[in-house]
């Protein structure tokens, strides 16, 4: 099954509407959707390296509009929802405090969350949420997530024969170290 899903990925990859089909996973990734434009972007640049730079370009692009998206539902949300919520049990003092801490340091916590594995929707929504300015959060959105992407690219760019190899020969290795890395950062999340 995961050989059929890999191969599928790869046929997607060189399909005339692989650059669509990226443009929405990391459109929906910066926001709500679980899986990150990486498993789409890369067998797409190993496919076809001398667009490596479009891709990465519309990875940016698409997942730091996408980005917009989630702060737009942290901060129009949490006042129609969250806030009163809060208020009624009594912690609308420690959300003032805690928005004050997140935003002392969320240059820090949208460029850290843009480049790793780290979940990036959890960030932008609460972004929105803490009111980050919101110039702050798109020129930091565009640095982190342009330098994941474009870093990401030069090296399957680069080194694309040998790294497509690796992945072919052990694919359930590479798959298991994803799926660690995915759930260590859902970890991270709810318990750090």
Known sequence: MLRSLYDWTISLATSPYA???LAIVAFIE????PIPPDVLMIPMVLATPRK???IAGIATVSSV???LLGYAIGALLFDSVGQPILTALGKGDAMAEFNTRFNDFGFWAVLGAGITPFP???ITIMSGWTGMPLATFVVTSIIAR???FFIVAGLLWK???PIRDFIEKRLGLVFTLFLVILIGGFFL???I
């Open 159 to 161: 080194f694309g024969a």
């Open 120 to 122: 990036f929707k959890v």
């Open 30 to 33: 910066s926001s709500v959707f």
């Open 19 to 21: 650059l669509w089909a």
């Open 146 to 148: 342009g330098l994941r």
């Open 65 to 67: 509009l996408g980005g």
């Open 52 to 54: 490596a730079w479009l």
């Open 189 to 191: 999340v709810k318990y």
